[in-house]
């Protein structure tokens, strides 16, 4: 539960910085060293926890080993985050430290969803994460397309939130209690409308937060317009965060119930993979692709949401911690690039190579190829929604999709490897120092440590 | 979770003379407007129809863009004015939560004062340059 | 010995590594011995572990060594384990063996490459790969080599990415190999919903219950074979095959003709009991193994290209093994992918080493002549030529025909199917001799420059030539017929506990009596020789311009069943390649597997005006999202 | 008073502020239809709260209206920007960004 606190505290620290420090490089360092300590309470919170379930707050909110683990790979994810983009955050515009501390105040919203109790505190926590990433969408206040990203993503941010509301309300008007744990109770017998229409409104709104079509269309746009040094963020951790959310609240709630919402949730599985890779071949932009491919990934997260069981809980693990770092090592890349397009990524492989082993290292893992970690992560999803009874159908589905992602992630290897060209590919006044180097080393061999020993973040 | 006990536990009955005195300022004041328009002289003249401001003149049109500084300021009484909410329930609970509820509150103060020192620093109510 | 299994892939692991990291800082000669060494080694350790094996109880030889384990969920769990057994100390002695002889090769062909170091540590990954797909306990190890190999296929196909039809071609092969792992991958989804497991041991132990024929082991069997016909290149996804030799010699010696394509015989075998209750999908894999031998030798008939046509020869070789699978003879397949892997890495190798002697060129009509200019190389190439043509003693004589009597006894229409594959036979027989008559006999019909320029290869590119010369004369006597005399036929005996259920539940119609075997394999030998002096009397003085004008001369020479043979069998065979490849492979195959790409782009095209940019629309799109799912939640369950 | 009648008006308020976000174009006038469905959220939290006995829901009512206000003060500094960029509130003048 500190790393709520400590999230937040740090986050008005680093918001105060901007007022009483005048040096950039003093308020990069506070922010660096900020998630650094965020990483040591994360760490100290999992070697605290039992396997028992302990409730915070009057019940609010309620962690055990499980959240802890998840806290901890998403605050080591942070970390990296903090380490690999600090640079380029600084310059998207002049207020930097307010940067940071956004960040920080979005990750109190993250930790608080990894461990709600209440659907209260989903409320809060949904809105806690969204609030500053509408900010930071349209940090870049020179830019139209930043602006737009931002307004974009505020409307219809703002819209789901009634549907969010609405269903939380009609959830407690069928069950009287606004506990997750409580109203387990809901499957015996017929459910009533109201219970049926707030699962619905529920899914619709934390589905739009998790970009699963037909509600994502925000997600490209919001991607693509936003400064690149925030969409790792908002496509990484923000993510998971929303994924746990979802699948605490189904695991835990409407269980009972899973024959009546099961069906959306396979629909909503198939439409998000079909739109979410087919989109992403046309792309020529590799940041839009990359936004059309994180809603393919999110097609494939959604699958724990329809298992609810102990694999899918590891596999949400293992899956968010390998889509989290293949995510930051490709937009670390792709940051430093001078054009976004994948000619711009012609003959990376001879000038810059470390870079464009990462991002090929990256790369295979969200294609989901063995050795790497989103093997894993993928092959977890489809065997537990597989052991909870999913129609085999959907699993060749899946399979046949993520074979198509390998050609629009493979046109990026191949522009790096096997095309060549005369100019730099990369940014000329980009920072491409040991430091950053060795940052996305660690990050890369991380991911294939991922492939190799999964265990890892599983048993921890 | 706090619990507002008069929210819950009163009758409707409870709420009588309040709604009686409503009526009655309600009555009243409607009674005094009624009676001016039908006591009162009228007499329409052009200066008459003509808004009243402080005796100037007044010029163009009201629906004017205005400085972004009224935007600012007006949204940030907004924000703090609304937090103002959450004393509502501590009012009402004062005595039972005691000391600790105090301690609470003073924390969301302290909170609340950082945000405001973060606005003076940052010169969000200077209105000068 | 068998504990130190793990010692076998984490040599070539270790070797990628140092390759790898060190490719720009060590000098040319560590850089091409250190990855050899490490092959090397290996492969001392396979075969320490193969007289383990060998010295064992045969029943008690087969040993799963845990690693550590991947992951361990509920009930479930996989293990990073490999097995030792007969199998796969089998392929551990192929894979590393003519690994590392194809290593010391590519030290002297890739001398003058700018990317040798990088070369080098791609191919210890692809040897890494390859070995744990052999090594691997449970279809998830399996599947990880698998695509590994894929992968590093990829990579190695496109090292010289200068020209860009390489990187097409490589594209291609790595698309291909992917809708084949997609089968895989959905077998093993469909093994775990049924078993639970992963683990070939537990998996075969429980596949008792299924039954036989039923639309379980029909699907498993089915998807697994999809995966087969990619990797080894099978009717309809074998065209990426002879667009890979766009990759380096050595590489197409070692990858696509020795050890990776044959990674689909592999598997297959080593799910032979899920087959044998498969008698369908078995006959599927029958037919189509006939039509890839029959169509890829045909279009080999007519290439020009030197490892074009060995390339089209390896799509052949591999549909006979995959006809030996069909009818049940996995001694024979394995026998085959032995043999073959001798004989053709030989033929790849020396390949390379004519393309060496004559500066990158590859088409045959600007060689010939050869022989006396590259005595090594040809003397070696024949040998390879008359054991892949089926002459014995030489070992493509055994393997061949061990197929040939399975299919000749296999059920009523074996003996249709048996005359299929001579003719197939008499093809294989055909096109190797006409290459090596163009390339080696005759006048030099290159540049002057060239044949200025030809000289024999360097000793490192010979000795290995020699060493697999030597293997393609001997390596039949692993596998003689009993009828003999020499004994028991040793592979079959060496797999017995591997495919013991399997031949049990083969049931040989009509068992054939020593005569008539010996009688086949003359027959086979006849056929052979045929197709040997067909070629002769057609190619013997090859001349690339006047091709009429040399038919002609044979005439004058009395030889009177020249201008039959040529209306007869040549020219249908030359108009069926030419069919073939026009039609079939070039329409058919790739038109599809472009349709699908084109389908694909199509339908991004329009999904991608959904996105119209306006958040009105947006919001719209979001709400007729909700009423469709209200709808369907309410209305439809 | 049964509790379907705060039901029905309260999703009958929610239709309309629905309606009236995707009918309009202009963002402000969406940014107060969007606050009328979170109202009659509130209406529906308040009469549940009173039909449970149980005023943790109008505790949340609350949390919604200062969740509210800071998301309306976010949205409002957004379309102020837009407004400076493009001189217009209207959200279909912006879209740069689409395939």
Same mark, same amino acid.
């Given at each position: 539960?500190?790393?709520?606190?400590?999230?937040?505290?740090?986050?008005?620290?680093?918001?105060?910085?901007?007022?009483?420090?005048?040096?950039?490089?003093?308020?990069?360092?506070?922010?660096?060293?900020?998630?650094?300590?965020?990483?040591?309470?994360?760490?100290?919170?999992?070697?605290?926890?039992?396997?028992?379930?302990?409730?915070?707050?009057?019940?609010?909110?309620?962690?055990?080993?499980?959240?802890?683990?998840?806290?901890?790979?998403?605050?080591?994810?942070?970390?990296?985050?903090?380490?690999?983009?600090?640079?380029?955050?600084?310059?998207?515009?002049?207020?930097?430290?307010?940067?940071?501390?956004?960040?920080?105040?979005?990750?109190?919203?993250?930790?608080?969803?990894?461990?709600?109790?209440?659907?209260?505190?989903?409320?809060?926590?949904?809105?806690?994460?969204?609030?500053?990433?509408?900010?930071?969408?349209?940090?870049?206040?020179?830019?139209?397309?930043?602006?737009?990203?931002?307004?974009?993503?505020?409307?219809?941010?703002?819209?789901?939130?009634?549907?969010?509301?609405?269903?939380?309300?009609?959830?407690?008007?069928?069950?009287?209690?606004?506990?997750?744990?409580?109203?387990?109770?809901?499957?015996?017998?017929?459910?009533?409308?109201?219970?049926?229409?707030?699962?619905?409104?529920?899914?619709?709104?934390?589905?739009?937060?998790?970009?699963?079509?037909?509600?994502?269309?925000?997600?490209?746009?919001?991607?693509?317009?936003?400064?690149?040094?925030?969409?790792?963020?908002?496509?990484?951790?923000?993510?998971?965060?929303?994924?746990?959310?979802?699948?605490?609240?189904?695991?835990?709630?409407?269980?009972?119930?899973?024959?009546?919402?099961?069906?959306?949730?396979?629909?909503?599985?198939?439409?998000?993979?079909?739109?979410?890779?087919?989109?992403?071949?046309?792309?020529?932009?590799?940041?839009?692709?990359?936004?059309?491919?994180? &809603?393919?990934?999110?097609?494939?997260?959604?699958?724990?949401?329809?298992?609810?069981?102990? &694999?899918?809980?590891?596999?949400?693990?293992?899956?968010?911690?390998?889509?989290?770092?293949?995510?930051?090592?490709?937009?670390?890349?792709?940051?430093?690039?001078?054009?976004?397009?994948?000619?711009?990524?012609?003959?990376? /492989?001879?000038?810059?190579?470390?870079?464009?082993?990462? /991002?090929?290292?990256?790369?295979?893992?969200?294609?989901?190829?063995?050795?790497?970690?989103?093997?894993?992560?993928?092959?977890?999803?489809?065997?537990?929604?597989?052991?909870?009874?999913?129609?085999?159908?959907?699993?060749?589905?899946?399979?046949?999709?993520?074979?198509?992602?390998?050609?629009?992630?493979?046109?990026?290897?191949?522009?790096?490897?096997?095309?060549?060209?005369?100019?730099?590919?990369?940014?000329?006044?980009?920072?491409?120092?040991?430091?950053?180097?060795?940052?996305?080393?660690?990050?890369?061999?991380?991911?294939?440590?991922?492939?190799?020993?999964?265990?890892?973040?599983?048993?921890? | 979770?706090?619990?507002?006990?008069?929210?819950?536990?009163?009758?409707?009955?409870?709420?009588? =003379?309040?709604?009686?005195?409503?009526?009655?300022? %309600?009555?009243?004041?409607?009674?005094?407007?009624?009676?001016?328009?039908?006591?009162?002289?009228?007499?329409?003249?052009?200066?008459?129809?003509?808004?009243?401001?402080?005796?100037?003149?007044?010029?163009?049109?009201?629906?004017?863009?205005?400085?972004?500084?009224?935007?600012?300021?007006?949204?940030?009484? %907004?924000?703090?004015?609304?937090?103002?909410?959450?004393?509502? =329930?501590?009012?009402?609970?004062?005595?039972?939560?005691?000391?600790?509820?105090?301690?609470?509150?003073?924390?969301?103060?302290?909170?609340?004062?950082?945000?405001?020192?973060?606005?003076?620093?940052?010169?969000?109510?200077?209105?000068?340059? | 010995?068998?504990?130190?299994?793990?010692?076998?892939?984490?040599?070539?692991?270790?070797?990628? #590594?140092?390759?790898?990291?060190?490719?720009?800082?060590?000098?040319?000669?560590?850089?091409?011995?250190?990855?050899?060494?490490?092959?090397?080694?290996?492969?001392?350790?396979?075969?320490?572990?193969?007289?383990?094996?060998?010295?064992?109880?045969?029943?008690?030889?087969?040993?799963?060594?845990?690693?550590?384990?991947?992951?361990?969920?509920?009930?479930?769990?996989?293990?990073?384990?490999?097995?030792?057994?007969?199998?796969?100390?089998?392929?551990?002695?192929?894979?590393?063996?003519?690994?590392?002889?194809?290593?010391?090769?590519?030290?002297?062909?890739?001398?003058?490459?700018?990317?040798?170091?990088?070369?080098?540590?791609?191919?210890?990954?692809?040897?890494?790969?390859?070995?744990?797909?052999?090594?691997?306990?449970?279809?998830?190890?399996?599947?990880? !080599?698998?695509?590994?190999?894929?992968?590093?296929?990829?990579?190695?196909?496109?090292?010289?990415?200068?020209?860009?039809?390489?990187?097409?071609?490589?594209?291609?092969?790595?698309?291909?190999?992917?809708?084949?792992?997609?089968?895989?991958?959905?077998?093993?989804?469909?093994?775990?919903?049924?078993?639970?497991?992963?683990?070939?041991?537990?998996?075969?132990?429980?596949?008792?219950?299924?039954?036989?024929?039923?639309?379980?082991?029909?699907?498993?069997?089915?998807?697994?074979?999809? $995966?087969?016909?990619?990797?080894?290149?099978?009717?309809?996804?074998?065209?990426?095959?002879?667009?890979?030799?766009? !990759?380096?010699?050595?590489?197409?010696?070692?990858?696509?003709?020795?050890?990776?394509?044959?990674? $689909?015989?592999?598997?297959?075998?080593?799910?032979?009991?899920?087959?044998?209750?498969?008698?369908?999908?078995?006959?599927?894999?029958?037919?189509?193994?006939?039509?890839?031998?029959?169509?890829?030798?045909?279009?080999?008939?007519?290439?020009?290209?030197?490892?074009?046509?060995?390339?089209?020869?390896?799509?052949?070789?591999?549909?006979?093994?995959?006809?030996?699978?069909?009818?049940?003879?996995?001694?024979?397949?394995?026998?085959?992918?032995?043999?073959?892997?001798?004989?053709?890495?030989?033929?790849?190798?020396?390949?390379?080493?004519?393309?060496?002697?004559?500066?990158?060129?590859?088409?045959?009509?600007?060689?010939?002549?050869?022989?006396?200019?590259?005595?090594?190389?040809?003397?070696?190439?024949?040998?390879?030529?008359?054991?892949?043509?089926?002459?014995?003693?030489?070992?493509?004589?055994?393997?061949?025909?061990?197929?040939?009597?399975?299919?000749?006894?296999?059920?009523?229409?074996?003996?249709?199917?048996?005359?299929?594959?001579?003719?197939?036979?008499?093809?294989?027989?055909?096109?190797?001799?006409?290459?090596?008559?163009?390339?080696?006999? $005759?006048?030099?019909?290159?540049?002057?420059?060239?044949?200025?320029?030809?000289?024999?290869?360097?000793?490192?590119?010979?000795?290995?030539?020699?060493?697999?010369?030597?293997?393609?004369?001997?390596? !039949?006597?692993?596998?003689?017929?009993?009828?003999?005399?020499?004994?028991?036929?040793?592979?079959?005996?060496?797999?017995?506990?591997?495919?013991?259920?399997?031949?049990?539940?083969?049931?040989?119609?009509?068992?054939?009596?020593?005569?008539?075997?010996?009688?086949?394999?003359?027959?086979?030998?006849?056929?052979?020789?045929? !197709?040997?002096?067909?070629?002769?009397?057609?190619?013997?003085?090859?001349?690339?311009?006047?091709?009429?004008?040399?038919?002609?001369?044979?005439?004058?020479?009395?030889?009177?069943?020249?201008?039959?043979?040529?209306?007869?069998?040549?020219?249908?065979?030359?108009?069926?390649?030419?069919? #073939?490849?026009?039609?079939?492979?070039?329409?058919?195959?790739?038109?599809?597997?472009?349709?699908?790409?084109?389908?694909?782009?199509?339908?991004?095209?329009?999904?991608?005006?959904?996105?119209?940019?306006?958040?009105?629309?947006?919001?719209?799109?979001?709400?007729?999202?909700?009423?469709? #799912?209200?709808?369907?939640?309410?209305?439809?369950? | 008073?049964?509790?379907?009648?705060?039901?029905?008006?309260?999703?009958?308020?929610?239709?309309?502020?629905?309606?009236?976000?995707?009918?309009?174009?202009?963002?402000?006038?969406?940014?107060?239809?969007?606050?009328?469905?979170?109202?009659?959220?509130?209406?529906?939290?308040?009469?549940?709260?009173?039909?449970?006995?149980?005023?943790?829901?109008?505790?949340?009512?609350?949390?919604?209206?200062?969740?509210?206000?800071?998301?309306?003060?976010?949205?409002?500094?957004?379309?102020?920007?837009?407004?400076?960029?493009?001189?217009?509130?209207?959200?279909?003048?912006?879209?740069?960004?689409?395939?």
């Amino acid at each position: 539960m500190n790393i709520i606190i400590a999230s937040a505290l740090l986050g008005v620290v680093l918001m105060l910085s901007g007022v009483f420090l005048n040096h950039a490089k003093g308020k990069r360092t506070l922010a660096i060293f900020a998630s650094i300590i965020l990483m040591v309470v994360a760490v100290v919170d999992v070697m605290q926890n039992t396997n028992n379930t302990i409730l915070h707050f009057n019940g609010l909110m309620a962690t055990n080993s499980f959240t802890a683990k998840l806290n901890a790979v998403i605050a080591f994810c942070s970390m990296l985050y903090i380490f690999l983009f600090s640079n380029e955050i600084s310059k998207v515009g002049l207020n930097d430290a307010e940067y940071f501390a956004l960040i920080f105040f979005a990750l109190t919203g993250v930790f608080i969803l990894t461990s709600y109790q209440n659907m209260f505190m989903l409320f809060l926590g949904i809105e806690i994460l969204s609030i500053p990433q509408y900010i930071l969408a349209g940090s870049d206040k020179r830019n139209v397309k930043s602006n737009e990203a931002s307004l974009k993503y505020f409307l219809m941010g703002a819209f789901s939130t009634g549907f969010l509301l609405m269903g939380i309300t009609l959830i407690y008007g069928a069950t009287g209690t606004f506990d997750v744990s409580k109203m387990a109770l809901m499957g015996s017998g017929e459910p009533s409308t109201i219970a049926l229409l707030g699962i619905l409104f529920l899914i619709v709104a934390l589905g739009f937060k998790a970009s699963a079509a037909p509600f994502h269309v925000w997600t490209p746009d919001v991607y693509d317009g936003s400064p690149t040094a925030f969409t790792p963020f908002m496509a990484s951790i923000a993510k998971v965060a929303i994924f746990a959310a979802f699948i605490h609240l189904f695991h835990a709630s409407f269980a009972g119930l899973a024959g009546r919402w099961h069906i959306i949730i396979i629909a909503i599985i198939v439409l998000t993979l079909l739109i979410g890779n087919v989109t992403a071949v046309y792309q020529q932009s590799v940041k839009r692709m990359l936004a059309y491919s994180s &809603i393919a990934q999110a097609g494939f997260l959604l699958f724990a949401v329809y298992s609810l069981n102990e &694999i899918s809980q590891k596999g949400i693990l293992l899956y968010g911690a390998s889509y989290m770092l293949a995510t930051m090592s490709i937009f670390a890349v792709l940051i430093k690039m001078k054009d976004y397009t994948f000619d711009g990524f012609n003959g990376l /492989a001879k000038k810059q190579p470390v870079l464009a082993f990462a /991002a090929a290292i990256a790369l295979f893992s969200l294609a989901g190829i063995p050795l790497t970690g989103g093997f894993f992560g993928k092959y977890y999803m489809l065997n537990g929604a597989m052991q909870n009874g999913m129609p085999i159908w959907v699993l060749i589905f899946a399979v046949l999709m993520a074979a198509i992602s390998v050609y629009y992630y493979f046109k990026v290897i191949q522009a790096m490897y096997f095309k060549t060209s005369i100019q730099d590919a990369t940014e000329p006044d980009a920072v491409i120092d040991v430091p950053f180097k060795v940052m996305l080393i660690i990050n890369t061999a991380l991911l294939i440590l991922l492939g190799i020993y999964p265990t890892i973040v599983t048993i921890f | 979770m706090i619990f507002l006990d008069i929210a819950v536990n009163s009758k409707p009955m409870d709420w009588f =003379p309040i709604l009686l005195q409503l009526g009655i300022a %309600v009555a009243f004041a409607a009674v005094m407007i009624g009676a001016t328009q039908l006591l009162g002289p009228k007499r329409k003249t052009s200066d008459k129809l003509v808004n009243f401001e402080s005796g100037i003149e007044n010029v163009g049109n009201a629906r004017q863009p205005m400085a972004i500084k009224y935007f600012l300021v007006a949204i940030l009484f %907004v924000l703090f004015d609304v937090e103002v909410i959450f004393f509502y =329930p501590y009012a009402v609970n004062f005595r039972s939560l005691g000391w600790d509820g105090f301690l609470e509150v003073l924390l969301f103060i302290t909170l609340f004062l950082v945000g405001f020192v973060y606005i003076i620093k940052k010169g969000a109510l200077q209105w000068e340059e | 010995m068998s504990q130190y299994i793990y010692l076998v892939p984490l040599f070539p692991l270790i070797g990628f #590594l140092i390759a790898g990291l060190g490719r720009n800082v060590l000098g040319k000669t560590l850089l091409g011995w250190i990855p050899s060494m490490a092959v090397l080694a290996s492969f001392v350790v396979s075969l320490l572990i193969f007289r383990d094996v060998q010295h064992m109880d045969p029943e008690h030889a087969s040993v799963v060594v845990q690693i550590y384990n991947f992951f361990h969920v509920g009930n479930f769990s996989v293990n990073f384990s490999f097995q030792v057994d007969q199998l796969s100390t089998l392929f551990l002695l192929i894979i590393t063996g003519i690994g590392f002889l194809i290593h010391v090769y590519s030290i002297g062909y890739m001398s003058h490459d700018e990317g040798f170091g990088k070369y080098f540590a791609y191919l210890n990954l692809f040897v890494f790969n390859m070995l744990l797909l052999v090594l691997g306990s449970n279809y998830i190890i399996m599947f990880i !080599g698998w695509e590994g190999v894929g992968l590093c296929s990829y990579l190695l196909i496109g090292f010289w990415y200068k020209k860009k039809e390489y990187c097409n071609a490589a594209k291609k092969a790595f698309i291909m190999n992917r809708i084949g792992d997609l089968g895989f991958l959905i077998a093993v989804f469909l093994i775990i919903s049924r078993f639970g497991t992963t683990e070939f041991s537990e998996v075969f132990r429980s596949q008792a219950g299924i039954v036989a024929n039923g639309p379980f082991i029909l699907a498993v069997t089915l998807c697994l074979f999809i $995966g087969a016909t990619g990797k080894s290149a099978q009717l309809p996804l074998f065209t990426w095959l002879p667009d890979a030799m766009a !990759g380096p010699t050595p590489v197409s010696a070692l990858i696509h003709a020795a050890t990776m394509v044959t990674a $689909g015989v592999y598997m297959i075998v080593r799910s032979n009991i899920l087959f044998t209750i498969a008698p369908v999908t078995q006959h599927i894999i029958l037919m189509v193994g006939l039509a890839t031998a029959l169509i890829a030798a045909t279009i080999a008939t007519r290439q020009n290209d030197i490892k074009k046509v060995l390339a089209y020869s390896t799509v052949s070789q591999l549909g006979f093994m995959f006809m030996a699978i069909g009818v049940g003879a996995y001694t024979a397949a394995v026998f085959h992918v032995i043999t073959h892997a001798f004989f053709k890495a030989l033929l790849f190798l020396g390949s390379g080493s004519v393309i060496h002697g004559m500066s990158g060129e590859q088409d045959i009509r600007m060689m010939g002549g050869l022989k006396d200019k590259m005595k090594t190389t040809y003397y070696t190439f024949l040998i390879g030529c008359i054991a892949i043509a089926g002459i014995p003693p030489l070992s493509g004589f055994f393997s061949k025909d061990e197929i040939m009597m399975h299919l000749f006894t296999n059920g009523a229409y074996g003996k249709v199917f048996w005359a299929l594959g001579m003719i197939a036979a008499f093809m294989t027989a055909f096109y190797m001799f006409r290459l090596l008559f163009i390339t080696f006999f $005759g006048k030099f019909r290159g540049t002057h420059e060239q044949e200025h320029h030809v000289h024999e290869s360097p000793a490192l590119m010979t000795m290995p030539l020699i060493v697999l010369a030597i293997l393609s004369i001997g390596g !039949g006597l692993i596998g003689v017929p009993e009828v003999f005399g020499l004994g028991e036929h040793w592979l079959k005996e060496w797999l017995e506990p591997i495919l013991l259920k399997s031949e049990l539940a083969h049931i040989y119609i009509n068992e054939l009596s020593h005569r008539g075997e010996l009688l086949l394999m003359a027959i086979a030998v006849i056929i052979a020789f045929l !197709g040997i002096i067909l070629a002769w009397s057609v190619y013997k003085n090859y001349d690339a311009k006047k091709q009429n004008k040399g038919i002609a001369k044979f005439l004058e020479d009395k030889w009177l069943f020249d201008e039959a043979y040529d209306n007869a069998i040549v020219k249908p065979t030359f108009a069926a390649a030419n069919v #073939l490849k026009t039609n079939v492979e070039e329409q058919v195959i790739d038109g599809a597997v472009n349709g699908v790409g084109k389908l694909l782009h199509a339908a991004s095209n329009r999904l991608r005006y959904l996105q119209s940019g306006m958040v009105g629309f947006y919001l719209f799109i979001m709400v007729a999202g909700i009423i469709a #799912l209200a709808i369907l939640l309410f209305f439809i369950h | 008073m049964p509790i379907q009648y705060y039901l029905y008006l309260s999703l009958a308020l929610f239709c309309t502020g629905i309606i009236g976000a995707l009918m309009r174009r202009n963002a402000i006038v969406i940014l107060m239809c969007i606050e009328l469905m979170l109202n009659a959220v509130n209406l529906l939290l308040v009469a549940f709260s009173n039909h449970f006995n149980d005023a943790s829901a109008q505790i949340f009512v609350f949390f919604i209206m200062v969740v509210a206000a800071a998301e309306v003060s976010i949205g409002l500094a957004i379309i102020v920007l837009m407004y400076r960029r493009v001189h217009s509130i209207d959200i279909n003048i912006l879209n740069r960004l689409k395939n």
